[in-house]
């Protein structure tokens, strides 16, 4: 029986199949401020090559070129004052992945 292994999920739940050069963190910090990115936003994210940080008038955008032949991805992470707000994925020019992340007050 031929078992298929090697995906997203299991670089998550074991660091061997993790590929070399993977971001572990990203820290931003807006006027003193750190503002927190969930581990599930860099995840996935490895051997970066260029990185760029541009303001739009609402939000700032974080862009990383990385990744190596048939993995080459660009990933755009959007984030106010306070928080992250999206995250793309961009592979072969299309839009692969896009993630948006709501702020929940627990009270």
Do not use: C, K
Not at 7 to 23: G, K, Q, V
Not at 27 to 46: K, N, T
Not at 60 to 67: K, P, Q, S, T
């Amino acid at each position: 029986m031929h078992q298929q292994t090697g995906s997203l999920s299991l670089w998550a739940t074991d660091a061997e199949y993790r590929p070399r050069n993977a971001i572990g963190d990203i820290s931003i910090e807006v006027d003193g401020q750190a503002i927190y990115v969930p581990f599930g936003a860099v995840l996935d994210l490895f051997a970066p090559h260029d990185v760029q940080l541009n303001a739009t008038p609402n939000a700032y955008l974080l862009e990383i070129v990385g990744g190596d032949a048939s993995e080459t991805y660009q990933a755009r992470l959007w984030f106010d004052r306070t928080r992250i707000l999206r995250r793309e994925i961009v592979a072969f020019g299309e839009v692969s992945e896009s993630t948006q992340y709501n702020l929940v007050v627990v009270e």
